[in-house]
């Protein structure tokens, strides 16, 4: 059986909260807005505090720490600026070596797979592979090139 997780806004929770702490009873206003029991105990004993509480994502915290995620994410965004295609690897391997100065610890696919979903602003990336006649430009062709323009200059007084 799948569980629904926070299947509820944060308004329908603040107002779950706001009720509670008018004076109504927790069981009823966790029946009517749908909020676990629990869930609505926990915000309300931290609204009694003063205290704020932020919703959190699940699972453990990023092993790198913030300044660096935010650094690789520059580093890749500058070099797809100008044409630089920055495949996983790279940024496994940035990411590897950085996590090996501070904790002595290596990232793999999973952190990767993680890394661009709360960086959506960027996109995989692959070189193209560029074609076999493309590629074969030898001495001889570059010479015709130099000799077209020459003639073009010449034709066009340049």
């Given at each position: 059986?799948?569980?629904?997780?926070?299947?509820?806004?944060?308004?329908?929770?603040?107002?779950?909260?706001?009720?509670?702490?008018?004076?109504?009873?927790?069981?009823?206003?966790?029946?009517?807005?749908?909020?676990?029991?629990?869930?609505?105990?926990?915000?309300?004993?931290?609204?009694?505090?003063?205290?704020?509480?932020?919703?959190?994502r699940r699972g453990p915290a990023p092993?790198?720490?913030?300044?660096?995620?935010?650094?690789?994410?520059?580093?890749?965004?500058?070099?797809?600026?100008?044409?630089?295609?920055?495949?996983?690897?790279?940024?496994?391997?940035?990411?590897?070596?950085?996590?090996?100065?501070?904790?002595?610890?290596?990232?793999?696919?999973?952190?990767?797979?993680?890394?661009?979903?709360?960086?959506?602003?960027?996109?995989?990336?692959?070189?193209?592979?560029?074609?076999?006649?493309?590629?074969?430009?030898?001495?001889?062709?570059?010479?015709?090139?130099?000799?077209?323009?020459?003639?073009?200059?010449?034709?066009?007084?340049?």
């Amino acid at each position: 059986m799948k569980k629904t997780r926070g299947a509820f806004s944060r308004e329908r929770l603040d107002d779950a909260v706001a009720q509670v702490l008018s004076g109504e009873s927790m069981s009823t206003v966790s029946k009517i807005s749908s909020i676990k029991y629990s869930t609505l105990a926990k915000w309300v004993a931290a609204a009694r505090k003063g205290e704020t509480r932020d919703p959190k994502r699940r699972g453990p915290a990023p092993l790198l720490p913030p300044e660096a995620e935010e650094s690789i994410y520059e580093w890749v965004v500058g070099l797809q600026q100008v044409h630089h295609p920055v495949e996983r690897g790279a940024v496994i391997a940035k990411a590897s070596a950085i996590a090996e100065m501070l904790f002595k610890r290596c990232v793999g696919d999973g952190w990767y797979r993680r890394f661009m979903e709360r960086h959506p602003a960027l996109s995989v990336r692959t070189a193209q592979s560029i074609s076999k006649a493309r590629n074969s430009v030898d001495a001889s062709d570059v010479q015709r090139l130099f000799d077209t323009l020459a003639s073009v200059y010449i034709k066009e007084e340049i």
